[in-house]
C-alpha cells in the first residue's frame, strides 16, 4: 500500500452546539493511519440552550459565526497567513446535523479557501465519531492509530441523533447491522433527564444523579432487547419513565435514573454482544456522545472482558463532539477515495 507522508489537517466543526475547530497531523495508510492532535478546541454553548431544554438550531448558528472567527485565532495565533500555508486540508462537517449550523462552518471553510488557497473536503460527523477510536488515548502516547483496531469488529455509536451498530471488516468497510427505529439512546437520556426535571443536556446529569441511586429499584422495559435483530426503540422507555413518575410523584429520582440508565446499558451492552459474538469479531468500539457514561463504558469491557474481545473507547474529550474525529474522517476518507462529499449541509447524510 502507497505510504501517505504526514499531510496537516485544519478541522471545523458546527454540526450542533459545540463549536469546534482542531489541527491534526495524519499520516500513514488505509490500514494503518497515524494521528497527532496538535490543537483540539471545543467551544460549548451548553449555557446558552440551557434555558431552553434543548438545542435552537437558529441560536446555534448565531453563536458559530461568533465563535468560529475567535477559535480559528485561537488555533493559529496572529500569524494566520504563515500557518494556512502550512496546512494541507480543511476538513469541515457537512452533516448529518442541523443546517443553519452546518451552513456556518461551511461557509467559513469556503472563505478560508478563498482567502489562502485552502483545500477543502467534507466530513461525515457519523464517521468522525466513528473513527474517533483511533485518536490517542491517555496524555503520554502522542499518535495513535489503526493499530489499535483489529478486524472484524462492531462499532456502536450512540450519540444525541444516532444508535447503530456496524458491522467492520476494514476501517473503510462496514454493514449496519441496525439502528433505533425512534429516539437516540442520547436523545431518550435528554428527554428523561427533562422528566426529571434535570438541566440540558441530559445525558450527563442522568449519569451523575443515578451515581447515587439504585439501579434494580424499578423494572423498566428493556425494549427490543428479545428480537433477533439489531434493532433498537428507546421511545417506549422513555415513556415508562414518563408514567412511571406521573403515578408515583414522589418516587426517589436518583432511583428513576439510575433504574433508566441501566435499562438502557443492559439494551446496548446485549445488543452488541450478540453482534459481537454472532460475527466473531475481535473488537468492539464504542463512540459517540453517549459513549461519555461511565457505566455503559464498564458494562461493554466487562462484557467484552470476558469473551476476550478487544474493548476500544476514546478518550472523554473525544466522545462528544469535536473537530479532531472530523480530521480523521476527512483524512480516512482522502486515503479511500472515496465519492468527494458536496459543499453543502446535508442534515440527513447517512454513514
Ligand atoms: O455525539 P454528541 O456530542 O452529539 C451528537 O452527535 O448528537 O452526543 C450528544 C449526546 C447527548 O444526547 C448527550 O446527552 C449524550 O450524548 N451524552 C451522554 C453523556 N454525555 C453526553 N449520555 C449519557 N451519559 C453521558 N455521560
Ligand atoms: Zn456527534
Redesign the pocket.
Known amino acids: 500500500m502507497k505510504k501517505t507522508k504526514g499531510r496537516l489537517i485544519l478541522s471545523i466543526e458546527t454540526?450542533?452546539d459545540?463549536t469546534a475547530m482542531a489541527l491534526v497531523r495524519c499520516s500513514g495508510t488505509l490500514k494503518s493511519p497515524k494521528f497527532e492532535v496538535l490543537k483540539n478546541i471545543v467551544s460549548s454553548q451548553i449555557a446558552i440552550h440551557r434555558p431552553f431544554g434543548g438545542v435552537v438550531p437558529n441560536l446555534a448558528k448565531r453563536e458559530h459565526l461568533k465563535n468560529l472567527p475567535k477559535i480559528f485565532k485561537q488555533l493559529l495565533g496572529s500569524k494566520a497567513k504563515s500557518e494556512m500555508a502550512k496546512v494541507d486540508y480543511v476538513a469541515v462537517t457537512v452533516g448529518p446535523g442541523l443546517e443553519p449550523a452546518l451552513w456556518t462552518g461551511i461557509n467559513f471553510a469556503q472563505e478560508l479557501k478563498k482567502k489562502y488557497g485552502s483545500v477543502v473536503i467534507g466530513a461525515n460527523?457519523m464517521e468522525g465519531?466513528l473513527y474517533s477510536g483511533l485518536l490517542p488515548t491517555g496524555k503520554k502516547i502522542k499518535t495513535a492509530g489503526n493499530s489499535k483496531v483489529q478486524f472484524p469488529a462492531i462499532a456502536l455509536v450512540v450519540?444525541?441523533?444516532h444508535t447503530m451498530l456496524l458491522h467492520m471488516t476494514a476501517l473503510n468497510k462496514w454493514t449496519k447491522l441496525g439502528e433505533t427505529l425512534d429516539d437516540a439512546a442520547?436523545?431518550a437520556?435528554?428527554k428523561v433527564a427533562r422528566i426529571l426535571g434535570l438541566p440540558y443536556?441530559?445525558?450527563?446529569e442522568?449519569?451523575k444523579t443515578a451515581a447515587k441511586g439504585n439501579p434494580e429499584a424499578v423494572k423498566f422495559p428493556r425494549p427490543m432487547l428479545n428480537k433477533k435483530n439489531y434493532e433498537f426503540s428507546f421511545s417506549g422507555l422513555k415513556t415508562s419513565v414518563l408514567y412511571f413518575l406521573r403515578d408515583n410523584p414522589s418516587f426517589n429520582k436518583a432511583d428513576i435514573a439510575a433504574s433508566f440508565q441501566r435499562a438502557s446499558i443492559d439494551v446496548l451492552t446485549k445488543k452488541t454482544i450478540r453482534a459481537a459474538e454472532e460475527f466473531n469479531v475481535k473488537t468492539v468500539l464504542l463512540c459517540?456522545?453517549?459513549s461519555?457514561?461511565?457505566p455503559l463504558q464498564e458494562s461493554l469491557r466487562t462484557e467484552t472482558g470476558k469473551r476476550k474481545i478487544k474493548f476500544l473507547v476514546p478518550d472523554f474529550e473525544y466522545?462528544?463532539?469535536n473537530a479532531a474525529m472530523i480530521a480523521v474522517a476527512g483524512f480516512m476518507s482522502i486515503l479511500s477515495r472515496k465519492k468527494k462529499l458536496l459543499m453543502e449541509a446535508q442534515g440527513n447524510l447517512t454513514i
Do not use: L
Not at 201 to 204: E, Q
Open positions: 454540526s450542533c459545540e460527523h465519531h450519540s444525541g441523533g442520547g436523545e437520556f435528554d443536556p441530559g445525558g450527563p442522568i449519569q459517540g456522545g453517549v461519555a457514561n461511565k466522545n462528544t463532539d
